[in-house]
């Protein structure tokens, strides 16, 4: 008997090696642009408008190893993890209400809907005006910023489980945490890894709104001072501690989805 199947040959070294080298360079290139781009700028524009790419480099080393500086860092980070973490048990909790009784759901979309509409400067004012504490002030105004989208997030994931694969999954009378581990988790991380992903840019910029004008210490309280030295190389310096945080959390999270979603089929077409 012949054997007539035929399978696709598995991928080598050299192509795996090529394929990662250009997922990189693809990831990296837009980056390089923006660098060319600038350090291009600077030698035609002023050193306050547009500075050498190397002073802002030797900024950042000033900052990592400056044990105040890297301090105001770490108290922006903590700050962020905090709102996000607590407007995530906030809003998931309400979203597991809100799903489960329409009655509440009339009732708190509306109002949370109201809340997306409000700025976030707005949130900074109400914070400064009703509470003492800044820190608590910060996390009050980065809960209030972040908690609508993860409500959301996390009631459209719950109602866009399949209504037949839960009446399957019941059918065999699982225990709550079963249920939680085999159907629920795996139907909502997608959708929760999409809001903390979306909420986490949010977060960075909120945070320096409320830093800077209702804190004594942390990236947004040293983006004024610099503001006030005129000091364009030192504001860049300070942004990018930012940025090189959403950047390396926004790696984590997708390693996690990744890691989490391998068994997931990958069509070879793009949509």
Known sequence: MTDTTHRSPSPS????????IK?????????VVVILL????????????????IDVFWRCL??????????????TVLRIL??????FIVGGLLGLVMARSKMIDNFLSPILTLFQGIPALS????AIIWFHGVEFRIFFIMVMTTLPAFTFQVIGALRGMSKDLTEMVFSFRPT???????MIAPAILPDILTAWKVNLGNAARVVVVAELVGATGG???????QQQLFDMAGALAWTLQLVFFVLLVQGALTLIETTAFRYRAVSERAL
Do not use: C, H
């Not at 949130?123 to 109400?126: A, C, I």
């Not at 709550?176 to 085999?182: E, G, S």
């Open 13 to 20: 070294v050299a192509d795996v090696m090529l394929s990662a």
């Open 23 to 31: 997922n990189v360079g693809s990831s990296v290139f837009p980056f």
């Open 38 to 53: 600038w350090q291009f700028a600077s030698l035609f524009f002023p050193r306050f408008l547009f500075p050498s790419l």
């Open 62 to 75: 000033d900052i990592f190893s400056s044990g105040a500086m890297f301090g105001d860092v770490m108290a």
């Open 82 to 87: 905090a709102g996000l973490t607590g407007a």
């Open 123 to 126: 949130w900074v004012v109400f």
């Open 176 to 182: 709550r945490m079963k249920l939680f581990r085999v």
């Open 219 to 225: 990236v947004g309280y040293q983006l004024l001072q």
